[in-house]
């Protein structure tokens, strides 16, 4: 047995982790829709060999329903903690660099945003934009940013503060000098982890939002579609319909929480050998 | 006492501020909205409505004036607590909200105590032993709880207790089929067991880990080295020394939870039919009642920063080095 230390253990199960869920991206992708066929033969089947998830009251079978939605998913939701996390690194270095004035509005924007209800301003956004896939995807990619956002300004107020900043400043370099080499490799570690972390949030907000009906039209296979078509079979007994795609979401959802808090731990030698 | 009230009044602007920026930039994104209101007012009937007719509907909505001079009387209105009448329901939305909230309100306590008190204590179980089992369990537990759609905790519910076991009704606030007057209180209970339930297992998992998280610090400061020095140990160390001191923060903390607690009542009412406010903001949103939407943004606004300035009102009550700085 070979024994690894901290930071080894991190990249493997970091390696695995992401290897799994790029597999499942990949498959959702690659599976072309003819695979989700009607089959009346096959109705409302219980999970066997041949269907492990068992099969739809249409005899479509439900692993392949499943990886698809979850395909989908992990692609909304990579768009959408992407382009939260630039918006939070824009809106957290003006907080921090531009002045007073600009930070006041900065910090109001967040007090703003976090305000409402998450979810509610997900149905507002979702509505304004007529539904669709549009409105899921701009509403998840303008939402997610408030919290991260306050953790940026606070690392670059904290950076900016420090004595090599300065003593970098009274030498003479420009502020963009100092913004570059300074200020932005030590973001770079909260880029990564603000991404995997906040990617959780959008995937379980996208699918609550399918499943309240606001997204996408029921043929596309998203998760929340697939978990409200399953409510209305419930009551017959039909329990594989929402146990298992939940259950992979909750896997994905987990797995991609595995990855951030890894990443932290890397990035952070106090933590990195703990 | 001034402080306390110069406070609450330095809060109340902050929320007079947010509250007109938000209803000032819904009311903007609602306008751009490519949905047609009389078209989403009509529904299905529309092949049946000839255009003066349609014209005539937007004339008596106002739809024909500027957004400006729209947001203007619908915000002259909205002072006076006048909330504009609902599409679908075609009742006033301030009645509509009053209705709903009582329902989502129980619901909400229930299951706003429940997780409270569980998380709580499966904190505190777990900073004591730190480590151990019990912490590895409740922290895989807690994990695990945060990364579940709280819908798909109401499915599972919904599939154990009242498919298989029958336990529970599927859903909806009363029986169906009943009239009003004769809906019991046992219906009503046995109605909102599962929602309440599903709401509180979901929300958990954060009070339980920041309680774990505070524990463990206080446990590792010297005031306790000192305390098992004396040889106090077990229960009666954790309620001298520990208790006051993480009981401030979780209650904080739970309290600015607001927020999350809004959006799993909406899950969880959806699931289980559940005649509340969530399931109204669902329906707002998808059949187009903009009043209703409107007005449903403008409450849950007031809800979270009621949460918000309860968590502030109370550590500045309850903490002392915040009420020693007050002015003689």
């Known amino acids: 047995m070979i024994s690894l230390n901290k930071r080894q253990k991190t990249v493997l199960v970091s390696g695995i982790t992401c290897v799994i869920l790029l597999a499942i991206l990949v498959s ?45 998913s992990i692609g909304v939701g990579l768009i959408a903690a992407a382009s939260s996390v630039m918006i939070a690194v824009s809106l957290g270095i003006m907080a921090a660099t531009l002045g007073r004035v600009v930070d006041g509005i900065i910090s109001w924007l967040v007090d703003l945003f976090l305000s409402v209800p998450h979810l509610v301003m997900l149905i507002l956004i979702a ?73 959780p949030h959008a995937i379980l907000h996208e699918s609550a939002i399918t499943f309240l009906g606001m997204g996408l039209s029921p043929h596309q296979p998203a998760i929340g579609i697939i978990l409200s078509e399953s409510m209305r079979y419930l009551s017959t007994g039909m329990w594989w319909l929402a146990f298992f795609p939940g259950l992979c979401l909750l896997l994905v959802v987990r797995a991609f929480d595995l990855i951030g808090e890894h990443l932290q731990s890397f990035v952070d030698p106090h933590r990195a050998n703990e | 006492m001034r402080m306390i009230f110069s406070f609450i009044g330095r809060k109340v602007l902050r929320l007079l501020s947010l509250l007109f920026a938000i209803s000032v930039i819904t009311f903007i ?7 047609d209101p009389i078209q989403a007012y009509i529904g299905a009937d529309m092949m049946r409505v000839g255009p003066e007719q349609r014209e005539k509907i937007a004339e008596n909505w106002g739809l024909n004036e500027p957004p400006a001079e729209q947001f203007f009387r619908w915000g002259s209105s909205v002072i006076q607590g006048d909330l504009g009448t609902s599409m679908i329901y075609r009742r006033p939305v301030t ?72 336990w529970f009704p599927i859903g909806m606030g009363v029986p169906a089929g009943v009239l009003t007057e004769n809906v019991t209180l046992a219906d009503r209970i046995s109605h909102i067991v599962l929602p309440a339930f599903t709401l509180s297992i979901v929300g958990v998992a954060n ?6 998280q505070k524990l463990i610090d206080v446990l590792s400061s010297e005031y306790i080295l000192f305390a098992k020095a004396r040889g106090e140990k077990g229960f009666t160390l ?29 899950l969880a009412e959806q699931v289980f039919s559940y005649p509340g406010l969530g399931q109204a903001t669902v329906e707002a949103g998808l059949r187009g009642d903009i009043p209703l939407l409107l007005g449903l943004v403008i409450f849950s606004t007031l809800f979270v920063f009621a949460g918000n300035l309860l968590a502030d009102l109370i550590s500045f009550i309850v903490d002392p080095r915040l009420k020693e700085r007050k002015p003689v």
């Open chain 1, 28 to 72: 959702g992708l690659l599976i072309s829709n003819d695979r989700i066929v009607t089959n009346l033969d096959a109705r409302n089947l219980p999970p066997s060999l041949t269907h492990p998830f068992g099969t739809d009251w249409l005899g479509r079978d439900m692993l392949i329903r499943t990886l698809k939605g979850m395909s989908m």
């Open chain 2, 29 to 35: 994104l609602i306008s751009h909205s490519p949905i």
């Open chain 2, 95 to 166: 009645e509509m909200i009053h209705e709903k909230f009582l329902h989502s309100l129980a619901l909400m306590i229930i299951a706003w105590l429940l997780s409270g008190l569980i998380g709580f204590i499966l904190g505190i179980a777990a900073a004591m032993k730190k480590d151990k089992w019990p912490d590895r369990i409740i922290k895989g537990y807690c994990y695990t709880l945060a990364a579940t759609p709280t819908f798909w905790m109401g499915l599972l519910l919904l599939m154990i207790f009242a498919v298989w076991l029958e």
């Open chain 2, 238 to 266: 954790l309620w001298r020394h520990g208790i006051r001191n993480i009981s401030l923060p979780a209650i904080t903390l739970h309290f600015a939870g607001f927020s999350e607690l809004f959006g799993g009542a909406v």
């Open chain 2, 207 to 212: 009070v339980a880990l920041h309680t774990r």
């Open chain 1, 127 to 199: 509505f304004v934009l007529g539904g669709g896939m549009k409105g899921v995807v701009i509403g998840l990619a303008l939402t997610h940013w408030p919290s991260l956002t306050r953790v940026i300004r606070a690392e670059v107020m904290q950076l900016q503060s420090a004595e090599y900043v300065q003593t970098s400043r009274r030498l003479g370099k420009s502020r963009w000098f100092i913004a570059i080499k300074h200020i932005l490799p030590h973001l770079v570690p909260q880029f990564l982890v603000g991404l995997f972390l906040l990617f």
